[in-house]
């Protein structure tokens, strides 16, 4: 079995399809033109460049594009590069399919609408059952095939209701040890917390923002949504202004995107949820890709910092 583009190593050849999740144009110091390819199978991705780019190639070699590639696997600033030898489209002869090239949660979708549903019969407060349970049935296609986010944490197919999942049985053991936490409010915030991001964010293949998650952002959506949800199955009370309140300060701090830091104690547990769940994320898959005695690529969402995989581990 051919392994997959995350596992070449330096100095080996590389012959297979890939999938252009970017092409950037660019221009040498001479002015020649270029592009920086980001190349990716379900395993990871790897940049290369084509240098002395046509304008065809600059028409044909486009984000969400299949291509055949054959090349070098070469370090450029400490980062694995491929060198290409020769690049075309693929054609429809080569039966292969863009699914083919997306990393997956590694939980089916079956596994995770179980998980969502057995949290909604777990909560016992009926106006924040109702509300998490249409909202479920409204976007559920969405958030079982939708990424967390563009890069970081959970940017995979599936990714957002992977890392909802994640959370909720994280909340579910502290709820075991502090079960004076309102666990109905929390779950709900954890389901709802980031569901706007199938707004915010494109898609599955080559995930960018879109305009309304460029100018408004998913935290403000959500808010919004659940407002009008509310109003829709004529749903009144504190509870909506408190699950609202959860949703709107998950991110913690202005700064880091909330408009209100967490006020209610349901609140703040969430906000060190989502954290823990992105970080441990990133962690893992980082530290799955170096061998014990090595250290990460620094990882900008950590403080720009590089982790050490201890030798012991092996």
Do not use: C
Request: hydrophobic share 40%; glycine share 6%; no cysteine.
């Amino acid at each position: 079995m051919k392994k997959g583009i995350r596992h070449a190593s330096i100095g080996e050849a590389y012959e297979g399809f890939l999938l252009i999740r970017e092409a950037i144009k660019g221009l040498t110091s001479n002015g020649k033109p270029f592009l920086t390819l980001m190349l990716r199978d379900a395993t990871g991705e790897i940049e290369a460049k084509l240098w002395d780019a046509t304008s065809e190639d600059e028409t044909l070699f486009v984000a969400e594009q299949i291509v055949r590639v054959a090349g070098e696997i070469n370090q450029f600033r400490g980062k694995p590069q491929l060198k290409i030898f020769s690049i075309r489209p693929s054609q429809p002869t080569d039966d292969v399919k863009i699914d083919d090239f997306v990393e997956k949660a590694p939980v089916n979708k079956e596994s995770l609408i179980e998980k969502l549903t057995e949290a909604i019969f777990e909560m016992q407060n009926p106006n924040l059952q109702r509300i998490v349970r249409a909202f479920i049935k409204k976007y559920q296609e969405e958030l079982l095939s939708y990424p967390a986010a563009t890069k970081n944490h959970h940017e995979y197919a599936s990714g957002l209701a992977h890392h909802i999942v994640s959370m909720l049985a994280i909340a579910k053991e502290i709820h075991k040890l502090y079960p004076e936490i309102n666990k109905d409010l929390l779950y709900a915030g954890i389901i709802l917390h980031d569901m706007a991001k199938i707004k915010e964010l494109s898609g599955v293949v080559s995930t960018t923002y879109t305009l309304k998650g460029k100018l408004l952002g998913h935290i403000p959506m959500m808010v919004e949504e659940i407002g009008t949800m509310a109003k829709e199955m004529d749903i009144e009370g504190e509870e909506i202004t408190v699950l609202q309140h959860v949703v709107l300060s998950h991110h913690g701090k202005a700064e880091w995107g909330s408009p209100k830091p967490p006020l209610v104690r349901e609140a703040e547990v969430l906000h060190l949820i989502d954290m823990l769940d992105a970080k441990l994320n990133m962690l893992n898959r980082s530290l799955e890709k170096v061998k014990p005695g090595e250290f990460t690529d620094r990882l900008f969402a950590m403080d720009n910092r590089s982790f050490y995989k201890p030798l012991f581990e092996e």
